[in-house]
């Protein structure tokens, strides 16, 4: 009989954030693939957990992914892990799981924690339905054309970011989209952090004031949003 593929989430940052179903599939599945195997066993020593870990990250390639399914299909039970918070969301994880799926093995949903949803829960716009954007492109010209894109949008956007590309990002928003609501997260639920709520200049200056740092997830409302 084939084995079960847990995708399960874990904190965006506060450790305390994991669930028990989360800690308790951790520690009974045969083997966890992680983004970041260091990073995933700070997580596991915290709780005592001793479960294998094998990396599974962007630069994994069709070998790892065939191994994996094969002892999924020999039936191995595996938790899929990305860094902080729900696997498959802008990360590689969705790979793995589609194999799983092409191999016949079932796939279970261990909920918890997302930055996209934990920011909209802040954020104070409507969110009945939002549009989710994962990371804006990096080169300049790219990030212009993405946001101008986005013009026509009816939804708040949700999209990550790094520190260094922050005030890039939000300058290229305003010049596409004119002054319009942001809500940035900064290190959501960390030790600093911040939930900052104004206008898209509001944010450029603050955040010329004040260098980013850390981990970023920014919600872009238009007027018709």
């Given amino acids: 009989m084939a084995g079960v593929l847990y995708v399960v989430a874990t904190p965006i940052g506060n450790l305390g954030d994991i669930t028990l179903r989360a800690l308790e599939t951790l520690k009974t599945v045969d083997l966890i693939a992680a983004e970041d195997t260091r990073h995933t066993k700070k997580l596991l020593q915290h709780y005592g957990i001793e479960t294998p870990l094998v990396s ?3 630069h994994s390639g ?87 894109s986005l013009r ?8 990550f970011e790094s520190p260094h590309r922050l005030l890039a990002t939000l300058q290229a928003a305003y010049d596409a989209l004119g002054d319009c609501t942001v809500v940035v997260g900064r290190e959501l639920t960390k030790q600093f952090e ?32």
């Fill in 152 to 159: 026509e949008a009816d939804a708040p956007i949700v999209f």
């Fill in 62 to 148: 069709a070998g790892r992914i065939e191994q994996l399914a094969r002892r999924l299909q020999q039936g191995e039970s595996i938790a899929l892990v990305t860094d902080a918070g729900t696997p498959g969301i802008s990360d590689p994880g969705g790979a793995l799981v589609e194999a799983a799926h092409r191999a016949g093995v079932r796939v279970v949903p261990i909920p918890g924690a997302s930055a996209a949803t934990a920011v909209l829960s802040v954020a104070g716009l409507p969110a009945h339905r939002f549009r989710f954007e994962g990371f804006p492109p990096r080169k300049a010209g790219a990030r212009r054309r993405f946001f101008e």
């Fill in 56 to 58: 599974f990250h962007q």
């Fill in 194 to 225: 911040e939930v900052f709520r104004g206008t898209l200049s509001e944010a450029i200056a603050h955040w010329h004031a004040t260098p980013p740092r850390g981990e970023f997830v920014i919600v872009l409302a238009q007027g018709n949003a």
